[in-house]
């Protein structure tokens, strides 16, 4: 005699499966997700970019999409409404309309990017049919600048031994440049002292800040210099600058000493002499002297008419 299934047994065996199905279902379903290409594009100014925003799981045929941009601890919307958001008065960030649209449902294109660009993003989609309805992902912008032709300052003539400084600086460039300089079209290392070749000469290079500092110059180290600064964008030059190192005289420099020590002993000699001769003494009371012999107290005289004709005018005074 065959044996008889029970009622309901082959139910219970599968009811496990099916519990883990929905489970799965559930947790795989029930939430949106999102995910991106790339987290971290990087893109020189002027040129276009994708930010990535990809909804993996939803249930929500129509979620909600919002873009921000959070730049200098300041947030404002890009995309929010269904539409690119016109640059706000208060924020400096919220200035991508005419340049931007959302690409396919989700993602951010970005036309002819600027260096204010640079700024975090962040993606958010609200799915309101999903268990877990809101999801975000942050994506890292970075707005590569190419270097303008940097200020270079050489000093003119410097003479043998002292010490000269080179400046070259930029500041249009994004990442930060590094400066790199040249004599004679000749590439300069960062210690004269770890390379045979300018063994003749003293100078450190900082090719970070790029200065370019002689502790003592050569005669060698006369030329044409020009610096360069160069970053992931591109690289600029500043004109060429001759600096010249010239010997000092030292005979020269005695000899004029010589000279003026000279001249200044004449000086003095001759202002010795002319006060023994009595040039520089006063004549004051000599005048007074004359003046006062000239005309007796107490007689006035005066001119007749007839040429030398003389007579007084009043009398002693006894």
Not at 202 to 216: C, M, Q, Y
Request: glycine letters at 8%; aromatic letters at 8%.
């Amino acid at each position: 005699m065959a044996l008889r299934r029970r009622p309901g047994l082959g139910l219970r065996g599968r009811l496990p499966d099916l519990c883990l199905l929905l489970l799965l279902r559930g947790c795989l379903t029930g939430a949106v997700n999102l995910k991106s290409s790339n987290r971290n594009p990087v893109v020189q100014e002027f040129e276009s970019v994708e930010l990535s925003c990809i909804i993996t799981d939803s249930q929500t045929n129509d979620p909600r999409i919002e873009w921000k941009k959070i730049q200098d601890d300041q947030t404002a919307y890009v995309f929010f409404d269904n539409k690119i958001q016109v640059p706000c008065v208060f924020f400096s960030v919220g200035d991508l309309a005419g340049r931007a649209e959302l690409l396919g449902k989700t993602s951010l294109k970005i036309w002819n990017v600027t260096r204010t660009d640079s700024a975090i993003y962040r993606c958010e989609v609200v799915a309101r049919n999903d268990r877990k309805e809101i999801d975000e992902i942050v994506i890292e912008l970075t707005v590569q600048v190419k270097p303008v032709p940097p200020v270079c300052r050489v000093p003119k003539a410097v003479p043998v031994g002292k010490s000269a400084t080179l400046h070259c600086q930029e500041s249009e460039g994004y990442p930060r440049p590094h400066y790199s300089w040249y004599r004679n079209d000749v590439p300069l290392p960062t210690d004269s002292r770890a390379n045979p070749r300018f063994r003749n000469s003293s100078f450190l290079l900082n090719p970070e800040t790029g200065t370019l500092v002689f502790s003592a110059v050569h005669k060698e180290d006369s030329g044409q210099y020009y610096c360069i600064a160069s970053n992931d964008a591109g690289s600029a030059r500043c004109e060429e600058q001759e600096l010249e190192v010239y010997d000092l005289n030292i005979g020269g420099i005695i000899g004029g000493v010589l000279v003026v020590l000279a001249v200044l002993a004449l000086i003095t000699v001759g202002i010795c002499c002319a006060y023994r001769r009595g040039y520089f003494i006063n004549n004051k009371q000599n005048g007074e002297s004359y003046k006062n012999t000239g005309k007796p107290d107490g007689v006035n005289y005066i001119r007749t008419d007839e040429e030398g004709d003389f007579r007084h005018k009043s009398s002693f005074v006894i």
